[in-house]
């Protein structure tokens, strides 16, 4: 079974960047190699619905939110089993429970969470 593990969050001053990093343990669905998994980074305010900021689907070019679109930089490695998330140019929007996930058919994988606060 898949484990992922985020790390990189922390507090970041306004304008200020931030690399959010998301790692896969463990073992991938039968047939199946990291490649194939759609991938993305999620985030969640306090209040609100977790949200999409970017993915990108296997095969695909990277996609994001309107909100991140030229700030944000999506990126994954097949071969470290990586997910990495580039924060540039952020804002007080973008404090927020940051989430990696994989999905493979039904399989929806899902990480604990890296808190990202951007105060001054």
């Known amino acids: 079974q898949m484990r992922l593990v985020e790390s990189g969050g922390g507090l970041v001053q306004p304008g200020g960047s931030l690399r959010l990093s998301c790692t896969a343990y463990g073992s991938f669905l039968k047939m199946t190699t990291f490649d194939l998994y759609n991938v993305g980074w999620y985030r969640q305010a306090p209040g609100e619905q977790r949200e999409l900021v970017a993915r990108?689907?296997?095969?695909?070019?990277?996609e994001y939110s309107d909100s991140v679109q030229g700030g944000f930089t999506i990126s994954r490695d097949n071969t470290k089993k990586t997910i990495d998330l580039q924060m540039n140019s952020v804002n007080a929007e973008d404090t927020a429970e940051y989430y990696c996930?994989?999905?493979?058919?039904?399989?929806?994988?899902w990480g604990q969470g890296t808190q990202v606060t951007v105060s001054s």
């Open positions: 996930n994989t999905q493979v058919g039904s399989i929806d994988t």
């Open positions: 990108i689907i296997s095969g695909d070019e990277p």
